[in-house]
């Protein structure tokens, strides 16, 4: 089980570059700090799904600081 949840991070993590995950994070930030300002309220959904794909995007570095401070 551990070993599939690893190799799928490994694959996650050469897919994606940091850079391309950083452009993905700071477009959703402003398009939930545009939507935001727009409605003139503070949406708690937009800022879920917001916290909800960066957390996702970073799994694999997450995963792996976690792993080396186990290990």
């Known amino acids: 089980m551990f070993r599939f949840i690893e190799s799928f991070i490994s694959e996650l ?3 994606m570059s940091i850079n391309s995950r ?3 994070v700071g477009i ?3 398009a939930t700090l545009s939507t935001t300002i727009t409605m003139e309220s503070i949406n708690i959904y937009f800022i ?3 916290l909800f794909v960066s957390i996702s995007l970073y799994l ?3 995963y ?3 792993m ?3 290990n």
């Open 48 to 50: 879920a799904a917001f």
């Open 68 to 70: 080396n401070k186990v």
């Open 13 to 15: 993590t050469h897919v």
């Open 22 to 24: 950083r452009i993905i």
């Open 60 to 62: 694999p570095e997450i």
């Open 28 to 30: 959703l930030a402003l």
């Open 64 to 66: 792996r600081f976690l």
